[in-house]
């Protein structure tokens, strides 16, 4: 009886279409949000992750519709942000059907932002995202927290933000490696173990995904608690029931059946 | 068949209209009861939970759904919590102590201890400790998904499974027409939908038992 890693596909949108790129840069449109979101759901997906990165006040009713569509499509949790600055903008969130918030540039802003989703809905339903570049060189193990979907540095530890979001209130973070995104070589096990051996609370990986070693050596060197990745899912290069295989035979803790 | 109407309390919690959906997709009828007087005709209800048990146990109040609804379960109303909903069963709960739970069943919840990461959130396995119709047809090893910080820690008499985060805790319990689980059945794929059906399927039984015409 133990607490199963979770595998968790994300879809990045501009609000309405899923849509991909290298280090946030390149987009191209990658499919239906709802369709992509059933398909998940029915191949064993733990839970999904939607994002609006575009995240502009004007597309902001047709990401809601996106999130209700994808909603529909679920019989697990759904996390969903991108933009949200107050706790008005989650409630329509979770309105719309999300189970948990991710919050990423306005919590670096505001940092209260943070207390106040955690007491308007739970712990449980706050996801802090954190976008982490290295710095000092690869022997460093230093990351500095980027905000903007990677357009602008902060000055801010990864470490220390993580730590700060979570006394704050934040029940998860969602840690991804800018260095790694898009990438697919792996993802950043020294970035993720010094996260999750600090906070109280489940850490998701994210970034680099590419091959099924990459998830076991998340989940035993990066001590992550949940790995997220998004092209090797849209582009079918691992089916989601090999890839928790896999990971069963050796030994992770995994759900197999839906 | 007839279909059962099962009453969703309406209280503002997120996961109502999930709930709602998946109970909807096993052929059950719902209906949403945000005032008292529809909680007197129900013939199943289910108190779906997210969040704050003070704030769930204010509104309830504020709603003047709360003594209503403790009539309901003790008149023997088919009754599902969910997460809070479990919860809110018992006395009290320290995660705050300003507001009495319902008293369906005696004690205090507890906040899970430290030495895990908290939230318990994710999918977990139970142990059964008992035969019971919520779990009916559910394979052992499933998987539930959990999203909370604090439980009915250990095991009273009223629990059919545990489930272990740091300490053993009430996964799902059963009493007479009391049902409840810690776990999101709403959120758990098959398994989960599973225990829904088998609520659903409990309250048409008594609905037609209790009804000499049909």
Not at chain 1, 19 to 37: C, M, T
Not at chain 1, 171 to 194: K, P, Q, V
Not at chain 2, 125 to 134: D, E, K, S, T
Request: glycine share 10%; charged share 25%; hydrophobic share 45%.
């Amino acid at each position: 009886m133990t607490l199963a890693r979770r595998i968790i596909p994300c879809l990045d949108t501009d609000g309405a279409r899923v849509v991909k790129g290298v280090q946030f840069i390149g987009l191209r449109d990658a499919g239906e949000p709802a369709e992509l979101a059933a398909r998940y759901n029915r191949e064993g997906a733990d839970e999904l992750v939607v994002l609006d990165i575009a995240a502009s006040r004007d597309r902001r009713p047709t990401f809601l519709e996106t999130i209700r569509r994808v909603a529909e499509q679920l019989t697990i949790p759904l996390t969903a942000g991108g933009g949200v600055g107050t706790v008005v903008d989650g409630r329509a969130i979770l309105r719309a059907g999300a189970d948990k918030l991710a919050v990423n540039t306005a919590a670096v802003r505001r940092p209260e932002l943070i207390e106040e989703l955690s007491r308007e809905f739970g712990a449980q339903a706050v996801v802090l995202a954190i976008d982490a570049r290295r710095v000092g060189g690869p022997q460093a193990n230093r990351w500095e927290v980027i905000v903007r979907g990677g357009r602008e540095t902060t000055g801010r530890d990864t470490v220390t933000w993580a730590q700060e979001g979570v006394e704050r209130g934040a029940g998860e973070i969602l840690l991804t490696s800018m260095d790694r995104d898009g990438t697919r070589s792996g993802f950043d096990c020294a970035l993720t173990a010094a996260v999750s051996g600090v906070v109280s609370v489940p850490v998701i990986a994210s970034g680099g995904a590419d091959k099924p070693e990459d998830f076991l050596a998340v989940f035993a060197e990066g001590r992550a608690d949940a790995a997220l990745a998004a092209s090797i899912f849209h582009d079918n290069v691992h089916r989601m029931a090999e890839l928790k295989q896999f990971l069963a035979l050796r030994g992770v803790p995994i759900r197999l059946s839906s | 068949m007839n279909a059962v109407e099962v009453t969703l309390i309406d209280y503002g919690a997120g996961n109502l209209s999930s709930v709602e959906r998946a109970l909807r997709l096993l052929g059950a009828e719902t209906r949403r009861a945000d005032a008292p007087a529809v909680l007197a005709s129900s013939r199943a209800i289910v108190l779906p939970g997210v969040g704050h048990f003070g704030a769930l146990m204010r509104t309830l109040e504020e709603r003047n759904l709360l003594a209503p609804l403790r009539e309901a379960i003790r008149g023997g109303v088919p009754f599902l919590g969910i997460c809070l909903g479990l919860q809110a069963l018992y006395d009290s709960s320290e995660e705050d102590l300003s507001h009495s739970g319902l008293g369906i069943l005696p004690g205090s919840v507890q906040p899970l201890p430290k030495t895990a990461k908290l939230p318990h959130m994710g999918w977990n396995q139970l142990r059964r400790l008992r035969p019971g119709i919520l779990l009916r047809d559910v394979s052992e090893n499933a998987y539930f998904y959990f999203a909370h910080s604090y439980a009915a820690i250990g095991a009273d008499s009223a629990a059919v499974a545990v489930c272990d985060h740091g300490v053993p805790f009430v996964a799902a319990l059963e009493q007479k027409s009391v049902f409840a689980v810690q776990f999101h059945p709403e959120k758990s794929g098959a398994a989960g939908a599973k225990v829904l059906a088998n609520f659903v399927e409990f309250a048409r039984r008594e609905s037609l038992a209790g009804d000499p015409v049909k």
